[in-house]
């Protein structure tokens, strides 16, 4: 018996058709209930991260970014800090991680964490963040023996760009204002390592 290849063809194609309206119908049915698609790109997508959609739109987007561009990882903050008359506010959206692993490539990380991974240093950031004081107050409020004991500790921070002396009272150090996001941020980091119920994902290694 002689096969009719073109219907077969025409039979092939039908069949095609029909999965193809079936799986479209299914994807739009799944985007209607709210599901998403598994993985875009590198990244995985996440379902219910936060109750608020206005967030979610948020982590969506930075998704599909990462999805369209071939990037491991993208991230958005925005915060604001206020002490006494200062404040500080802040948005980045769509950092690259990329250029973030790089600071710890070209050395910046660890410039920046050993000018500020002490003790002493670090209480007087905390104390200067909430707010502006003098060297003897520092003494005081640090529990330090001697001004000496300030100043050196205080100079590195200085040499930083982290404490500048107020410009509107002479005698006092603040931080910089440019300087408060960052020090906020490097504390939000810390919290979220040593609590990790923000995150979900899976760091196995695929089979």
């Known amino acids: 018996m002689e096969r009719d290849y073109g219907n077969e063809i025409d039979v092939l194609k039908a069949q095609l058709n029909e999965i193809k309206e079936l799986l479209t119908h299914n994807v739009t049915k799944g985007e ?6 598994k993985h875009i790109g590198n990244v995985q997508k ?28 993208r991230i958005t903050y925005l915060g604001v800090y206020a002490s006494g008359n200062r404040q500080s506010t802040w948005i980045r959206n769509e950092v690259n991680t990329n250029d973030l692993l790089s600071l710890i490539e070209n050395r910046t990380a660890e410039k920046v964490l050993a000018c500020i991974g002490n003790n002493d240093r670090l209480n007087i950031l905390l104390t200067i963040l909430k707010n502006p004081m ?37 005698g006092y150090y603040v931080i910089q204002p440019h300087r408060v996001q960052g020090i906020i941020m490097l504390l939000a980091g810390i919290s979220d390592m040593v ?3 923000y995150t979900q994902g899976t760091w196995d290694e695929e089979n």
């Open 46 to 73: 996440m379902a219910d991260m936060h109750p608020d959609p206005s967030i979610m739109a948020i982590l969506d987007k930075l998704e599909n970014v990462c999805g369209s561009n071939g990037d491991n990882g």
């Open 134 to 170: 003098t060297v003897a107050q520092l003494v005081e409020n640090c529990n330090y023996n001697s001004t000496g004991q300030v100043y050196h500790h205080l100079k590195p921070l200085i040499s930083a760009d982290l404490i500048v002396e107020d410009n509107k009272k002479k």
């Open 32 to 37: 209607q209930q709210g599901e998403r698609p």
């Open 195 to 197: 609590d990790p119920q």
